[in-house]
């Protein structure tokens, strides 16, 4: 019994750091892409 709340334990955990990886991907692609728009347009102009 312990053991199996020991592994529910270590599931939540990793399932947070994937989570917070994912943020973290997904809000640096948002903003690698914004100043990438703020760079590009001023040229295109």
Same mark, same amino acid.
């Given at each position: 019994?312990?053991?199996?709340?020991?592994?529910?334990? =270590?599931?939540?955990?990793? =399932?947070?750091?994937?989570? =917070?990886?994912?943020?973290?991907?997904?809000?640096?692609?948002?903003?690698?892409?914004?100043?990438?728009?703020?760079?590009?347009?001023?040229?295109? =102009?």
């Amino acid at each position: 019994m312990v053991l199996n709340e020991k592994i529910v334990n =270590k599931l939540q955990r990793d =399932k947070m750091v994937y989570m =917070k990886c994912i943020f973290v991907f997904y809000c640096f692609d948002w903003f690698y892409f914004e100043v990438n728009e703020l760079g590009v347009n001023p040229l295109c =102009k």
